[in-house]
């Protein structure tokens, strides 16, 4: 068996690639299932982001497991293979294993240290094990993930002050309005007319951060008013003004700056609605949906700015710098983590040559024990051949504590290998079996 991650992400493919492969929740249990259908898949777990899609599997083969995840990505997709290829990348045992605790560290964001990424880690968990798509093996790896996660959080300041996504957002619009007055610099949006549209949790870090801003009203539009109502409540220093989303050709007509962040799969503001509109003033939208609610061609619109989160890159190579030096000692307690993981993973591989030499140590037992009970006789009481017996198997497990020890302690894996042939060979179990039956 053989642990593998594919996948993609802001660092290897744009946004207009991977609003194609994400995959909502409510789609995520015929996912899983699809992957699992497959026989090289054994155990599947989907991370889904705006920046990424990455699918960890637990393979039978791994040239023949990566095919097959390749295929559904394809299909998913609707890009053919040889399109697709260029983007995905493949990260294998050790290297997978590195790669998903950088993620859950949030090491491998757009935004260094982001903490949003880790409840995305914990939710990818928590769907695996709730359409049943994750093992033993996984189901470690997944939940270690998690807890190093937290613990580079805690025990580094890597998560303290990180920027969001959501900040980055409105600093990018900051920028961008400093820009357009001649300014190359972050200034207050207290002269913009704000609207949000969606209320979910991007929506509720764009609030906390325009008013943090100097943000003095917002407009928050959204499918289901109560809901925006809700949201608004907990901003008692802001005033919001909830809409139901109908309101949206107005809010574009009389907004300077509009962030979209919602659930919908097709763009919800297009160069044709923008051109029937009598709009006010000059607007910038900036998206952080992934799939994408604003169309590319907005930004044809004559006096429209377009912003997604491929450009955010701008300002958050603004506050990269300064925490590098905090990613560098978090990646020590990576490396810590991962070789904990790997040792418990490789000492399974022992566990199907101790069982063969266990059921080979048995057979031996049971049949010597008959021998000498028959030899007995029938003068033997009842509690005399369970003595007899129990001394048997006591024999057997002593023979075998120290070998099992052993073969599980952490070790070099071709010291591990070099000693599990040995055993094969000397007790001749290849018969029922080898090692490629292990991990």
């Not at 637990?58 to 983007?87: K, M």
């Not at 619009?173 to 979910?200: F, M, N, T, W, Y």
């Amino acid at each position: 068996m053989h642990i593998a991650v594919v996948g993609l992400s802001h660092r290897t493919a744009p946004v207009e690639i991977r609003e194609r492969l994400s995959i909502p929740e409510q789609a995520m249990d015929a996912s899983l299932q699809q992957l699992r259908e497959d026989d090289q898949v054994l155990e599947a777990s989907i991370l889904s982001t705006c920046n990424r899609l990455e699918i960890y599997t637990l393979l039978r083969h791994p040239e023949q497991g990566i095919s097959s995840v390749g295929a559904f990505l394809s299909q998913h997709s609707g890009l053919a293979v040889d399109e697709l290829t260029p983007h995905l990348f493949t990260y294998h045992h050790e290297d997978a294993v590195a790669h998903l605790l950088r993620v859950a560290a949030g090491l491998d964001s757009l935004v260094l240290g982001e903490g949003q990424i880790l409840s995305q880690v914990k939710k990818m968990v928590r769907l695996g094990q709730e359409h049943h798509s994750v093992g033993p093996i996984l189901n470690r790896l997944l939940n270690q993930a998690v807890s190093t996660g937290k613990r580079v959080r805690t025990e580094t300041n890597l998560g303290t002050g990180a920027v969001s996504i959501s900040s980055a957002a409105v600093e990018l619009a900051q920028l961008k309005v400093g820009q357009a007055r001649g300014q190359d610099e972050l200034v207050p949006l207290d002269q913009e007319q704000v609207a949000v549209v969606g209320a979910g949790r991007m929506a509720r870090l764009l609030l906390q951060h325009l008013q943090a801003k100097g943000c003095r009203a917002v407009v928050l539009l959204n499918r289901t008013v109560e809901r925006a109502e809700q949201l608004a409540a907990d901003f008692p220093a802001l005033p919001v003004q909830c809409r139901p989303l109908d309101d949206l050709d107005h809010c574009l007509s009389t907004c300077s700056l509009v962030f979209t962040s919602t659930a919908a799969e097709e763009p919800i503001i297009t160069a044709q609605r923008l051109a029937g509109l009598n709009r006010r003033s000059s607007l910038m939208l900036v998206d952080i949906g992934v799939p994408r609610n604003i169309a590319a061609d907005t930004a044809t619109v004559t006096g429209v700015q377009a912003f997604d989160v491929d450009d955010l890159q701008e300002v958050v190579t603004r506050n990269q710098e300064a925490r590098r030096e905090i990613a560098a000692e978090a990646e020590g307690l990576l490396r810590e983590e991962a070789r904990l993981f790997l040792e418990w993973w490789d000492g399974l591989e022992a566990v199907p040559v101790v069982n063969r030499l266990r059921r080979r140590l048995e057979e031996i037992r049971e049949q010597e024990l008959q021998k000498a009970l028959s030899r007995m006789g029938p003068d033997l009481s009842a509690r005399e051949r369970k003595v007899v017996e129990a001394l048997s198997k006591g024999i057997i497990n002593k023979v075998l504590h120290t070998p099992m020890t052993n073969l599980r302690a952490p070790q070099p894996r071709q010291q591990r290998h070099t000693s599990m042939r040995v055993i094969e060979e000397l007790f001749e179990l290849q018969d029922d079996g080898s090692l490629s039956s292990g991990p």
